[in-house]
Protein backbone atom coordinates (compact mmCIF):
# COMPACT_ATOMS: atom_id res chain seq x y z
CA UNK A 1 0.00 0.00 0.00
CA UNK A 2 1.47 3.35 -1.19
CA UNK A 3 0.88 6.63 0.80
CA UNK A 4 0.04 9.99 -0.78
CA UNK A 5 3.01 11.89 -1.49
CA UNK A 6 1.36 15.19 0.43
CA UNK A 7 0.95 12.75 3.69
CA UNK A 8 4.66 11.65 3.54
CA UNK A 9 5.90 15.32 2.93
CA UNK A 10 3.82 16.65 6.12
CA UNK A 11 5.05 13.24 8.03
CA UNK A 12 8.80 14.80 7.54
CA UNK A 13 7.71 18.31 8.04
CA UNK A 14 6.64 17.74 11.91
CA UNK A 15 10.10 15.15 12.29
CA UNK A 16 12.31 18.72 11.08
CA UNK A 17 9.63 20.75 13.62
CA UNK A 18 10.26 18.49 16.75
CA UNK A 19 13.82 18.46 16.16
CA UNK A 20 14.12 14.86 15.62
CA UNK A 21 15.63 15.23 11.84
CA UNK A 22 19.56 13.69 11.71
CA UNK A 23 20.44 16.68 10.16
CA UNK A 24 19.01 18.93 13.18
CA UNK A 25 19.91 17.16 15.88
CA UNK A 26 21.93 18.82 18.90
CA UNK A 27 23.58 17.61 22.19
CA UNK A 28 24.11 19.42 25.07
CA UNK A 29 28.00 19.33 26.54
CA UNK A 30 28.69 20.54 30.20
CA UNK A 31 31.94 22.56 30.55
CA UNK A 32 33.22 24.71 33.05
CA UNK A 33 34.53 27.97 32.73
CA UNK A 34 38.83 29.09 33.95
CA UNK A 35 41.70 31.60 34.22
CA UNK A 36 42.50 32.15 30.61
CA UNK A 37 45.92 31.95 32.30
CA UNK A 38 47.32 31.59 35.89
CA UNK A 39 50.67 33.37 36.30
CA UNK A 40 52.75 32.74 39.37
CA UNK A 41 54.46 36.38 39.59
CA UNK A 42 58.45 36.15 40.16
CA UNK A 43 61.04 38.53 41.33
CA UNK A 44 63.96 38.12 39.12
CA UNK A 45 66.19 39.83 42.23
CA UNK A 46 66.70 38.37 45.61
CA UNK A 47 65.94 40.07 49.02
CA UNK A 48 63.75 41.27 51.29
CA UNK A 49 60.11 42.10 50.96
CA UNK A 50 59.55 45.85 52.26
CA UNK A 51 55.98 46.50 50.42
CA UNK A 52 52.90 45.26 49.32
CA UNK A 53 51.27 47.42 46.96
CA UNK A 54 47.88 44.72 46.88
CA UNK A 55 45.55 42.92 48.46
CA UNK A 56 44.09 39.33 47.56
CA UNK A 57 40.85 39.65 45.84
CA UNK A 58 42.51 43.35 44.02
CA UNK A 59 41.52 44.12 40.08
CA UNK A 60 44.97 45.55 38.85
CA UNK A 61 46.10 46.44 35.11
CA UNK A 62 49.45 45.54 33.32
CA UNK A 63 52.38 47.32 34.49
CA UNK A 64 50.71 47.96 37.71
CA UNK A 65 53.29 47.97 41.10
CA UNK A 66 52.89 44.47 43.25
CA UNK A 67 55.47 43.96 45.65
CA UNK A 68 58.86 45.83 45.70
CA UNK A 69 62.45 44.39 47.74
CA UNK A 70 64.58 46.15 49.62
CA UNK A 71 66.54 49.09 47.87
CA UNK A 72 68.51 50.98 49.98
CA UNK A 73 72.23 49.91 49.05
CA UNK A 74 70.92 49.42 44.97
CA UNK A 75 70.07 53.56 45.24
CA UNK A 76 73.65 54.13 46.80
CA UNK A 77 74.89 51.93 44.20
CA UNK A 78 73.20 53.65 41.34
CA UNK A 79 74.39 57.61 42.73
CA UNK A 80 78.26 55.71 43.04
CA UNK A 81 77.79 54.49 39.62
CA UNK A 82 76.85 57.89 38.14
CA UNK A 83 79.37 60.14 39.97
CA UNK A 84 81.83 57.65 38.14
CA UNK A 85 80.03 58.34 34.92
CA UNK A 86 79.80 61.52 35.11
CA UNK A 87 83.33 62.72 36.33
CA UNK A 88 85.07 64.18 33.55
CA UNK A 89 88.20 65.58 35.14
CA UNK A 90 91.13 62.99 33.46
CA UNK A 91 89.35 63.19 29.87
CA UNK A 92 89.55 67.21 29.79
CA UNK A 93 93.25 67.04 31.17
CA UNK A 94 94.34 64.12 28.96
CA UNK A 95 92.63 65.79 26.11
CA UNK A 96 94.37 69.12 26.56
CA UNK A 97 97.63 67.29 26.83
CA UNK A 98 97.32 65.45 23.37
CA UNK A 99 96.45 69.41 21.98
CA UNK A 100 99.47 70.29 22.99
CA UNK A 101 102.19 67.34 22.26
CA UNK A 102 99.83 67.87 18.88
CA UNK A 103 101.14 71.42 18.00
CA UNK A 104 104.74 70.59 19.31
CA UNK A 105 104.70 67.85 16.56
CA UNK A 106 103.05 70.19 14.19
CA UNK A 107 105.81 73.21 14.61
CA UNK A 108 108.55 70.59 14.76
CA UNK A 109 107.70 69.23 11.71
CA UNK A 110 107.20 72.87 10.15
CA UNK A 111 111.31 73.35 11.15
CA UNK A 112 112.36 70.08 10.16
CA UNK A 113 111.32 71.05 6.32
CA UNK A 114 113.05 74.41 7.01
CA UNK A 115 115.78 72.21 8.27
CA UNK A 116 115.58 73.85 11.87
CA UNK A 117 115.20 70.99 13.96
CA UNK A 118 116.29 67.08 14.40
CA UNK A 119 114.71 63.84 12.95
CA UNK A 120 114.85 62.57 16.16
CA UNK A 121 112.76 65.65 17.88
CA UNK A 122 109.96 64.90 15.54
CA UNK A 123 109.73 61.64 15.88
CA UNK A 124 109.72 61.77 20.04
CA UNK A 125 107.46 64.85 19.38
CA UNK A 126 105.30 61.75 16.94
CA UNK A 127 105.60 59.34 19.86
CA UNK A 128 103.97 61.99 22.78
CA UNK A 129 101.00 62.25 20.21
CA UNK A 130 100.45 58.59 19.98
CA UNK A 131 101.40 58.22 23.96
CA UNK A 132 98.43 60.78 24.69
CA UNK A 133 96.16 59.36 21.71
CA UNK A 134 96.42 56.62 23.47
CA UNK A 135 95.55 57.20 26.95
CA UNK A 136 92.74 59.15 25.72
CA UNK A 137 91.47 55.86 23.75
CA UNK A 138 91.71 54.27 27.55
CA UNK A 139 90.04 56.93 29.38
CA UNK A 140 87.11 56.70 26.93
CA UNK A 141 86.48 53.15 27.17
CA UNK A 142 86.69 53.40 30.85
CA UNK A 143 83.59 55.90 30.85
CA UNK A 144 82.09 53.62 28.28
CA UNK A 145 82.43 50.91 30.91
CA UNK A 146 81.31 53.07 33.58
CA UNK A 147 77.98 54.11 31.80
CA UNK A 148 77.23 50.49 31.11
CA UNK A 149 77.26 49.86 34.53
CA UNK A 150 75.38 52.61 35.30
CA UNK A 151 73.00 51.31 33.34
CA UNK A 152 72.90 47.92 34.84
CA UNK A 153 72.39 49.30 38.21
CA UNK A 154 69.85 50.91 37.19
CA UNK A 155 67.87 47.91 35.76
CA UNK A 156 68.34 45.87 38.82
CA UNK A 157 67.31 48.64 40.86
CA UNK A 158 63.95 48.88 38.62
CA UNK A 159 63.85 44.97 38.38
CA UNK A 160 63.51 45.49 42.60
CA UNK A 161 59.49 46.44 42.01
CA UNK A 162 58.21 43.38 40.42
CA UNK A 163 54.68 44.77 38.41
CA UNK A 164 52.16 42.35 37.07
CA UNK A 165 52.62 41.45 33.68
CA UNK A 166 48.56 40.96 32.69
CA UNK A 167 45.59 42.46 33.67
CA UNK A 168 44.21 40.01 36.38
CA UNK A 169 43.03 39.46 39.68
CA UNK A 170 45.37 38.88 42.52
CA UNK A 171 44.58 35.51 44.09
CA UNK A 172 47.33 34.65 46.32
CA UNK A 173 50.25 36.59 48.04
CA UNK A 174 53.01 34.67 48.37
CA UNK A 175 55.52 36.84 50.22
CA UNK A 176 54.30 39.62 53.26
CA UNK A 177 56.65 42.67 54.03
CA UNK A 178 59.83 41.53 55.92
CA UNK A 179 60.27 37.70 53.89
CA UNK A 180 63.07 36.90 51.81
CA UNK A 181 62.57 36.21 48.35
CA UNK A 182 65.06 33.61 47.19
CA UNK A 183 66.29 32.32 43.82
CA UNK A 184 64.84 29.12 44.99
CA UNK A 185 61.60 30.90 46.25
CA UNK A 186 60.84 33.64 44.02
CA UNK A 187 56.64 33.73 43.90
CA UNK A 188 55.43 36.60 45.37
CA UNK A 189 51.90 36.82 44.01
CA UNK A 190 49.79 34.49 42.10
CA UNK A 191 47.42 36.39 39.57
CA UNK A 192 44.82 35.39 37.07
CA UNK A 193 43.50 36.14 33.88
CA UNK A 194 39.81 36.50 33.64
CA UNK A 195 39.69 38.61 29.68
CA UNK A 196 39.61 36.38 27.99
CA UNK A 197 38.04 33.50 29.90
CA UNK A 198 38.12 30.17 28.83
CA UNK A 199 35.76 27.47 29.02
CA UNK A 200 36.67 23.83 28.83
CA UNK A 201 34.64 21.02 27.69
CA UNK A 202 35.38 17.19 27.49
CA UNK A 203 33.76 15.98 24.35
CA UNK A 204 33.64 12.28 22.93
CA UNK A 205 35.26 11.53 19.51
CA UNK A 206 32.43 12.19 17.97
CA UNK A 207 31.31 15.55 19.21
CA UNK A 208 34.59 16.51 19.15
CA UNK A 209 35.26 16.31 15.29
CA UNK A 210 31.96 18.03 14.79
CA UNK A 211 33.77 21.22 16.43
CA UNK A 212 36.64 23.17 14.04
CA UNK A 213 39.47 25.66 15.58
CA UNK A 214 38.29 29.34 15.09
CA UNK A 215 34.17 28.69 14.69
CA UNK A 216 32.08 30.56 16.64
CA UNK A 217 29.98 28.67 19.29
CA UNK A 218 27.08 29.79 21.72
CA UNK A 219 27.94 29.02 25.56
CA UNK A 220 25.34 29.04 28.27
CA UNK A 221 25.79 29.57 31.82
CA UNK A 222 23.65 26.98 34.13
CA UNK A 223 23.93 29.30 37.53
CA UNK A 224 23.82 32.79 36.24
CA UNK A 225 21.13 31.83 33.49
CA UNK A 226 23.10 34.18 30.85
CA UNK A 227 24.66 33.25 27.25
CA UNK A 228 28.00 34.21 25.76
CA UNK A 229 29.50 34.00 22.02
CA UNK A 230 33.23 31.93 22.37
CA UNK A 231 36.05 31.19 19.71
CA UNK A 232 37.05 27.98 19.45
CA UNK A 233 40.98 27.74 20.01
CA UNK A 234 41.66 24.21 20.62
CA UNK A 235 40.36 20.99 19.93
CA UNK A 236 42.79 18.47 21.29
CA UNK A 237 44.46 15.95 19.12
CA UNK A 238 45.00 13.38 21.93
CA UNK A 239 42.03 11.33 23.58
CA UNK A 240 42.26 10.51 27.19
CA UNK A 241 42.87 7.13 28.04
CA UNK A 242 40.58 6.88 30.96
CA UNK A 243 37.91 8.65 30.08
CA UNK A 244 38.14 8.44 26.09
CA UNK A 245 36.80 12.12 26.23
CA UNK A 246 39.23 14.63 24.40
CA UNK A 247 39.44 18.41 25.95
CA UNK A 248 37.83 21.03 23.67
CA UNK A 249 38.77 24.48 24.99
CA UNK A 250 36.79 28.07 24.08
CA UNK A 251 38.04 31.45 24.32
CA UNK A 252 34.98 34.23 25.59
CA UNK A 253 35.80 37.70 25.39
CA UNK A 254 34.79 39.29 29.05
CA UNK A 255 36.56 42.86 28.91
CA UNK A 256 32.86 43.91 31.03
CA UNK A 257 33.67 41.06 33.82
CA UNK A 258 30.09 39.49 33.17
CA UNK A 259 31.27 35.72 33.05
CA UNK A 260 32.81 34.35 36.50
CA UNK A 261 35.81 32.03 36.15
CA UNK A 262 34.47 28.16 37.85
CA UNK A 263 30.77 28.68 36.52
CA UNK A 264 29.14 25.82 34.95
CA UNK A 265 28.27 25.83 31.19
CA UNK A 266 26.62 24.04 28.27
CA UNK A 267 27.90 24.14 24.24
CA UNK A 268 25.62 22.62 21.56
CA UNK A 269 26.92 20.57 19.52
CA UNK A 270 25.42 19.50 16.21
Known sequence: MKLPINWLTGFACVLVMCG???????ESVEGFTEPFRT??????????????????????????QLVSLDDE?????????KQQMDATGRVNSTRAELELHQSRYGKLSELRQAGQAYQQ???????DVEVAQGRLLAIEE????????YKKIAVQLERRTVTAPVNGV?????????????????EVVTLVQLNPLRATFLMNRDQSTKVRVGSQVTIAFTDSKISAVGVVELVSELTDAESGTVPVRIRID????????GERCTVEVK
Open 39 to 64: IHVASSESGIVSRVFVLEGETVAAGQ
Open 142 to 149: ELALRRLE
Open 121 to 127: EVDRARA
Open 254 to 261: NHEGKYRS
Open 20 to 26: VAPSSFA
Open 170 to 186: VTVLTKNPGEYVSPVDP
Open 73 to 81: VHRTLLEIA
